[in-house]
Nanobody, 125 residues
């Protein structure tokens, strides 16, 4: 199948930076959409940033200008550079990828969404 492995979370002071990575492996023909979401206790998972295979970007309003999403298609990896972090950015961050597993999926334009296990980001002094 397909696995997503995240890394890079941790504890950082307000105003600091972190870089999250998410490596996708397994049965992959190509990857369409890649994104980062976050979730805090009692709240729904929300979109942070997303990037398509053509390079189109989408950011949540409260991270624009501070966070940057990117991807390395040769490595099937996506990144989230987070700068000027605020306490309200504290959450569990999840990566996701919409994967075409083989040529049949691709021809039918049927991608399957997979999720990482989540990584904790805590912004606190």
């Amino acid at each position: 199948q397909v696995q997503l492995v995240e890394s890079g979370g941790g504890l950082v002071q307000p105003g600091g930076s972190l870089r999250l990575s998410c490596a996708v492996s397994g049965r992959i023909f190509s990857i369409n959409y890649m994104g980062w979401y976050r979730q805090t206790p009692g709240k729904q998972r929300e979109l942070v940033a997303a990037i398509t295979n053509s390079g189109s970007l989408n950011y949540a309003d409260d991270v624009k200008g501070r966070f940057t999403i990117s991807r390395d298609n040769a490595k099937n990896t996506e990144y989230l550079q987070m700068n000027s972090l605020k306490p309200e950015d504290t959450a569990v961050y999840y990566c996701c990828a919409d994967v075409f597993r083989d040529n049949s999926d691709y021809q039918k334009r049927t991608a399957y969404r997979y999720w990482g296990q989540g990584t904790q980001v805590t912004v606190s002094s």
